[in-house]
Antibody, heavy 119, light 109 residues
Framework: QVQLVESGGGLVKPGESLRLSCAASGFTFSDYYMTWIRQAPGRGLEWLSYMSNGGGYIRYADSVKGRFTISRDNAKNSLYLQMDSLKAEDSAVYYC?????????????WGQGTTVTVS | QTVVTQEPSLTVSPGGTVTLTCASSTGAVTSGYYPNWFQQKPGQAPRALIYSTIRKHAWTPARFSGSLLGDKAALTLSGVQPEDEADYYCLLYNGGTATFGGGTKLIVL
């Protein structure tokens, strides 16, 4: 079955960096857009970034543009999020989500998330 | 920056019908915003329900339906079940990026 497993979260200090990973299985990873979303404690969902299946199309939310970098390795069925210059307000659960068949605008399957704490 | 607005909370009786809405600060929500809806229960990852305004995923129960209602996207639950108590989020795409609404807490009482 389709599965996404995030990893790489942890406790870091303000200004430090962290790289999150999302391991995909159960589908042809290279065929789908992939998205990162986060949720701060007790708050709503925040869309962060997405990348096209081949990696040539990338967009970021204004809140992370210039600090976060999305990337993927289709040979390893993996999605990444490089997070630099971290701030306390970046503390959240970070989810990756799989895109839809033949459509860029949406997600279907989500991972369980990885927790990032900046303090 | 787009602001997407949802009702903070709604209450519905079991077996009843409720409609959640999703408005955009940029104007009327159209199919071109590709509205998506997600359900999230406490301690769980979100689950996709609706995409492209009206389309259901394979696992979406038949009692959930998406639509455009006036100048908003809408999610209607018909024949609400106790297990539908959850937070519901809409997602709109605009200008190549996307924005979630603040979420609606649906209380089944």
């Amino acid at each position: 079955q389709v599965q996404l497993v995030e990893s790489g979260g942890g406790l870091v200090k303000p200004g430090e960096s962290l790289r999150l990973s999302c391991a995909a299985s159960g589908f042809t990873f290279s065929d789908y857009y992939m998205t990162w979303i986060r949720q701060a404690p007790g708050r709503g969902l925040e869309w962060l970034s997405y990348m096209s299946n081949g990696g040539g199309y990338i967009r970021y939310a204004d809140s992370v543009k210039g600090r976060f970098t999305i990337s993927r390795d289709n040979a390893k069925n993996s999605l990444y999020l490089q997070m630099d210059s971290l701030k306390a307000e970046d503390s959240a659960v970070y989810y990756c989500a799989k895109g839809l068949p033949t459509l860029a605008y949406g997600m279907d399957v989500w991972g369980q998330g990885t927790t990032v704490t900046v303090s | 920056q787009t602001v997407v607005t949802q009702e903070p909370s709604l209450t519905v009786s079991p077996g009843g019908t409720v409609t959640l809405t999703c408005a955009s600060s940029t104007g009327a929500v159209t199919s071109g915003y590709y509205p998506n809806w997600f359900q999230q229960k406490p301690g769980q990852a979100p689950r996709a329900l609706i995409y492209s305004t009206i389309r259901k995923h394979a696992w979406t129960p038949a009692r959930f339906s998406g639509s455009l209602l006036g100048d908003k996207a809408a999610l209607t639950l018909s024949g609400v079940q106790p297990e539908d108590e959850a937070d519901y989020y809409c997602l709109l795409y605009n200008g190549g990026t996307a924005t979630f609404g603040g979420g609606t807490k649906l209380i089944v009482l």
